[in-house]
């Protein structure tokens, strides 16, 4: 667990957006307290106060469009509403600082308020970074929820190869974000050890430890002769037996090896799983018959054809869906609903399926049952992440698991690197079709963005061993010492870090903080080019630019490690 998903809370102060917003509402509180505005009319619901950072930073630091949103249930006009609000916010700048992260309040037509922080506000900020560096980033918890979130769980019929991947990045950064939030999250892989995949898995192997030619479905590829070289005689013996299951049974132990591997691979990744739920148990344990149950209980099953349907079009589906067939056996959507029982009887509030995109048909299908036995199918949840397309010198690399063609995840890490694969996932939204340039992941130059990022980090801490030889030490904070542009940006920079996080876990996506990782990256490079910050004729003024730089580090390292990033000394 990285330091940003750890939920222990420690004292520190609120992000300085929200100390704005805070600011704002008091200002509005104040002037209705007053009569300079009027209350609200019980009917009318309060506008929710938002502050944003302008697109252009000569507007300020934040901006909020309260008055606009007022002008309408107050009948005035907006820069009239404005003005009166900018007025307390200037008052309570005068007469509360530093309570107050406001130093200055613009009226912009049409009743906008442009809002500049008081340099004591970024000075807590470094402060408080310095003091405690491993808080620094944490935020408030915003759920208390108790969320299932099942990713990958690709069949165990070969390694895990770079087409699927994505699920492991897109559920392992989800959890990851979903934690620093403050939510208790339980990862899961759910895998099919049964049916007619793993059949054919079984007879694969089985005709080249025969030596037959393998079956028209069967699967190729070295990793099928691998399993071959690892099967058991005495396994092999049993299983060749008059009259035994050969399929199933050397089926059954080669999917076992396979998923060991499987694990492996996503332990190199640096994913983790806490459960481990089989297909096969769902079934065996009872889950499928209390789910149809429940749906009986309801009224949502019927007999046709001697088939068990689901009457799905009773919530908007095209048709209804069979859970068991004519013959008896049960349907992946048996095993669907049966899990989604199996889930909430473990206490969780919320389920996230993580899906490929061609999964799309199985979604209202799901949530339909879940809805028909009596759960809330807004906590049902199924994000399908987009497919990625790996390019190799301009060409598309082709895959197919059934006939062998494929890159594994081992062979993609070993070739970019864990942090280069890790940040270009990040760095998109899941539902992005993207491509995947791997010549371009394993550039160590500033064209690669995760090496321009690390840079960054490593130069740092290249910086605090020259100060260190030179016997400068960083200041505990830098009070008093932002009136140098330099210095002023980067604290600004640094200080967003918390907001960023706060972004990250409401939308459940992680492209904003590799995107502020690189503007940081890009802010500090600047400072360090027009500030000389180891300077020993001027210890003063380098102890502050070392704190300066400290700080940066803080943050660098702890966006990285938010990510699964490493963050390295040197480079």
Known sequence: MSDLTATTATTRQP?????????????WTRSIAEGALPGLADDVARPAVEVERPADPAHGDFATNLA??????????????ATQLSGQLAREATEARPATPIATVEVAPPGFLNIRLADASLEAAVTGILADPAGWGRVAPMG????????????PTGPLHIGNARGAFVGDLLCRVLEAGGQRVTREYYFNDSGGQIRNLGASVAALRRGDPLPEDGYKGDYVADLVAALPDDLWESASARGADTDGIVGHWAAGRVREGIERSLAELGVRFDVWTSEARLHDEGWVE????RLRDHGYVYEQDGAIWFRSTDFGDDKDRVIYRSNGEPTYFAADIGYVTEKFSRG???LIYIWGADHHGTVARVRNAAEAMGYDRNAVRMLLYSWVRFVRDGQEVSMSKRAGEFITLDELLAEVGVDAARWFFASRGATSAIDFDIELAKKQSN????????YAHARIASIMRKAAESGLTPASGV??????????????????FPEVVEDAVAAEETQGITAYA???????????????????????????????????RVTLANALRLLGISAPESM
């Not at 107050?74 to 509403?81: Q, T």
């Not at 208390?144 to 069949?155: C, G, T």
């Not at 064209?447 to 690390?454: A, G, L, R």
């Open 15 to 27: 992000p300085i957006r929200s100390q704005v917003r805070d600011a704002v509402e008091r200002a």
């Open 68 to 81: 606009m949103k007022l002008a309408r249930p107050y009948r005035m006009a907006p820069l009239a509403i």
């Open 144 to 155: 208390s929820r108790s969320v299932n979130v099942e990713f990958v769980s690709a069949n």
């Open 290 to 293: 209390r789910a149809v149950q």
């Open 348 to 350: 969780f509030d919320d």
């Open 447 to 454: 064209e690669n963005p995760v090496y321009y990022v690390q």
């Open 479 to 496: 009070d008093g010492a932002l009136t140098g542009a330099p210095e002023a940006a980067l604290a600004r920079a640094v200080a967003r």
């Open 518 to 552: 690189t503007d940081l990256a890009t802010t500090f490079h600047g400072f360090y080019r027009d500030a000389r910050v180891v300077d020993a004729a001027d210890p003063d003024r380098s102890a502050v630019r070392l704190a300066l730089a400290s700080a940066t």
